[in-house]
């Protein structure tokens, strides 16, 4: 699974997150001893890989976290309300 970490990707992609997917992790270490990790979500129409370093693994959680909570403050999901109106 290793690629070059040190190139860009050119690639631009849009990738749909779904609520219970199940996402492989994995690590190792470069040639030069450099720890990298990965992100892998595989289904039988398609895959996607994300792989970096330690810092930019973190750097990438913090801003889908962030934009989680942005989205449930601009959005709030009215489903769990109408969830609890019906068990009340």
Known sequence: MPNDPTRRSALSVALLAHPNSRYDIDCWLAS???P???VRYDTDRAWFTI???PAALRELAQALVACAELTERTYPDPAPAVVEEVAG
């Open 51 to 53: 792989q970096g370093r």
């Open 36 to 38: 990298h990790g990965s």
């Open 32 to 34: 030069t001893g450099q």
